[in-house]
């Protein structure tokens, strides 16, 4: 009975396996083309952001995909998968500066405390927002002693969140009147 069994399962069930692999791999490349599709309509006001999510998901999914077929073909991907953490674990490690910019990045083009063209004034810089990156913010037209107007400041991310950022002027004043006038305010 036991060899009957093992028959069986090396006869049909071992003979399916590698089509699941193949399987494996084709839904992963369907979802590599659907899922970012339905992202990028999601994020389209933030440019930046979709490009490192569909990035990101896009060789995440790869990477699943694969081991999840290579398992299939009978490959012992555990070995694989820590060897993959332990690399992740590193190149977090080395780049934890870097990330929490991203990050920090991210969290201000999605709250927008300040936008570009509003003058600020953060970190004994005072100056005009000329752009929002994932990592850094930009100032230009700084104010202040031995600072000159065709000087530029990059502040990391990160630091926009641990010291207070101050909005001085507003680039569009206009939204700024029309939301007073709703408040019934005069000017």
């Given amino acids: 009975m036991i060899e009957q069994v093992n028959q ?63 398992s299939f073909f009978g490959v012992d991907v555990s070995s694989i998968v820590a060897g993959l953490g332990l690399i992740g674990f590193g190149v977090g490690i080395a780049l934890k500066d870097m990330v929490t910019n991203i990050i920090s990045g991210i969290m201000i083009m999605l709250y927008s405390p300040f936008e570009k063209g509003d003058r600020v004034e953060v970190g004994g810089y005072k100056g005009t927002v000329r752009w929002i990156d994932l990592r850094y913010t930009t100032l230009y037209k700084l104010e202040g ?16 969140f641990t010291e207070t950022v101050v909005v001085r002027e507003k680039a569009n004043k206009l939204d700024d009147f029309i939301s007073s006038r709703r408040d019934g305010e005069r000017l």
């Fill in 8 to 70: 069986f399962v090396n006869t049909y069930l071992f003979g399916y396996k590698p089509i699941f692999g193949v399987v494996a791999l084709i839904t992963t490349y369907a979802l590599t083309k659907f899922i970012p599709t339905i992202a990028s309509k999601l994020l389209e006001d933030y440019s930046q952001i979709k490009a490192l999510f569909q990035g990101t998901f896009r060789v995440v999914l790869w990477v699943t995909g694969i081991l999840i077929s290579l």
């Fill in 145 to 160: 002693e031995g600072m000159g107007e065709n000087d530029i400041a990059e502040i990391p991310n990160a630091s926009l």
